[in-house]
């Protein structure tokens, strides 16, 4: 979901904004990035451009490859530190390895972030199923197994925005709200959620929800090249890694 730092307002007016502007140039979709193209996305003049960047390129924040740059590693281990990913992945971690033993399959625990899923951990899985997804990375919502928990549980003026721009990603991607609607019912109602190659094709996916209290706080989900055998089983492993990563919480 691009969002130029240009396009609201006077960006840069402190020099906390625009180093803000520079890092808000990068996302899911631009992750390697030119001083210019940094310069145009972020809105500002290229030598501000060019210094703030020498400077977060010295403290890690940003790293230079092959002639561009890219968001560096400090940038990630602050963003650890955040509560919700801290609790969250430590409390997760032994069941999605647990998960993981008993499936060889990738291993997702995601939350919300806006209108997107943010993934907080991923196990890659032996088989040669394609994966998009990567630690610290953004998603669709309606076309991942995570999202549609996450949207089956979000609020009201969440799914309408979502529902609202069903953007088709695979031809097996569902973009008519109404069946959305309905396939967001029968997550409520059964406890987990499906996808068939709506993200990546050859991908499928089942994922249910990880609940603090009385809210969804979370969604834990494999991704496996077929639903059409162990469905029962997948869901049984991930309900059971999802009890455990609630009791912790």
Not at 143 to 155: D, E
Not at 188 to 201: K, N, Q, S, W
Request: with cysteine; net charge positive.
């Amino acid at each position: 979901m691009p969002a130029m730092a240009g396009n609201t307002g006077t960006p840069g007016a402190t020099v906390a904004g625009r180093v803000m502007a520079v890092l808000g140039a990068f996302d899911e979709h631009h992750r390697r990035l030119t001083l210019s193209a940094i310069a145009r996305r972020a809105g500002l003049p290229p030598p501000t451009v060019h210094r703030l960047v020498g400077e977060l390129v010295r403290h890690g924040a940003l790293a230079r490859e092959d002639g561009a740059y890219v968001v560096g590693r400090r940038l990630w281990d602050i963003g650890l530190l955040a509560p919700v990913q801290t609790t969250l992945r430590e409390a997760a971690s032994p069941f999605l390895h647990d998960v993981y033993a008993t499936t060889l399959a990738t291993v997702h625990l995601a939350v919300r972030d806006g209108d997107e899923v943010l993934y907080l951990e991923r196990l890659a899985g032996r088989a040669s199923v394609p994966v998009v997804s990567s630690a610290g990375s953004t998603l669709p919502m309606h076309c991942t197994g995570v999202g549609k928990v996450l949207l089956a549980h979000a609020p009201e003026e969440v799914r309408s925005r979502v529902l609202g721009s069903l953007r088709r990603v695979t031809p097996y991607t569902v973009t008519r709200p109404g069946v959305l609607l309905r396939q967001l019912e029968r997550v409520r109602r059964e406890g987990y959620a499906t996808t068939v190659e709506e993200m990546t094709l050859g991908a499928c996916s089942v994922a249910v929800p990880v609940r603090r209290g009385g809210e969804v706080a979370a969604a834990v989900a494999v991704v496996v090249p077929t639903l059409k055998r162990d469905r029962g089983r997948l869901v049984t492993a991930l309900q059971v890694a999802a009890q455990g990563i609630a009791r912790r919480l």
